[in-house]
């Protein structure tokens, strides 16, 4: 099993940026293909990005495309979520997961089996 712990998220003001990150502990954290989520009051979560294990395929959801850019540092057991260009619309909590055993997942594969969650952390985007 994996552990994930969130941190990064907190009050900016639209057109400000974030840097969001998941902090891994427990397995080998380039065996896991990583992504992040997140979930606004009252609504369904939705998937925002996934980089697979080598950090060599990353795909994005189309509403945060050429704002937010996904990465992690192995070494350091670490995944981040670069958030520029915030609007309102972006504020949820944002979640980590992570995918054991797969070099990449797609969004639904984070609900199945050997999938892991982290708790969130708030990101809120007002002036």
């Known amino acids: 099993q994996v552990q994930l712990v969130e941190s990064g998220g907190g009050l900016v003001q639209p057109g400000g940026s974030l840097r969001l990150s998941c902090a891994a502990s427990?397995?080998?954290?380039?065996?896991?293909?990583m992504g992040w989520f997140r979930q606004a009051p009252g609504k369904e979560r939705e998937f925002v990005a996934a980089i697979s294990w080598s950090a060599s395929t990353t795909y994005y959801a189309d509403s945060v495309k050429g704002r937010f850019t996904i990465s992690r540092d192995n070494a350091k057991n670490t995944l981040y979520l670069q958030m520029n260009s915030l609007k309102a619309e972006d504020t949820a909590v944002y979640i980590c997961?992570?995918?054991?055993?797969?070099?990449?997942?797609?969004?639904?594969?984070?609900?199945?089996?050997?999938?892991?969650w982290g708790q969130g952390t708030q990101v809120t985007v007002s002036s």
């Open positions: 427990g397995r080998t954290f380039s065996r896991y293909a």
């Open positions: 997961a992570a995918k054991f055993g797969t070099a990449y997942a797609r969004p639904r594969d984070f609900y199945s089996e050997n999938s892991y």
